[in-house]
Nanobody, 125 residues
């Protein structure tokens, strides 16, 4: 079973920064594209960013382009999301997951239905 543990969330003021981390086990990490998702209260979970297995390609949803940077460490089986210039609309629970594809032409969907507890990001105005 795939297990993920997200961390690094918190309460920040608008314009601030946070770095999210995710530790993954239960799969061959460097065989999988990985992604970050978020879910705000009353809204559906949405894909935020993904990165392919060797970090050669990354994709971002339009609302975070230029502000967020995804990265991974295939030695430590970890995924990261550096978030800068945070806005109140970034407030959500953030989750990491293996994704079926990280491609310019295909939607970002979770490969497994094994979600972690997530890490809460709250941005105050």
């Amino acid at each position: 079973r795939v297990q993920v543990v997200e961390s690094g969330g918190g309460l920040v003021q608008a314009g601030g920064s946070l770095r999210l981390s995710c530790t993954v086990s239960g799969l061959t990490f460097d065989n999988h594209a990985m992604g970050w998702f978020r879910q705000a209260p009353g809204k559906e979970r949405e894909g935020v960013s993904c990165i392919n297995w060797n970090s050669a390609y990354a994709k971002y949803t339009d609302s975070v382009k230029g502000r967020f940077t995804i990265s991974r460490d295939n030695v430590k089986n970890m995924l990261f999301l550096q978030m800068s210039v945070l806005k109140p609309e970034d407030t959500a629970m953030y989750y990491c997951a293996a994704v079926d594809y990280c491609s310019a032409t295909r939607p970002m969907t979770a490969e497994y239905d094994d979600w972690g507890q997530g890490t809460q990001v709250t941005v105050s105005s």
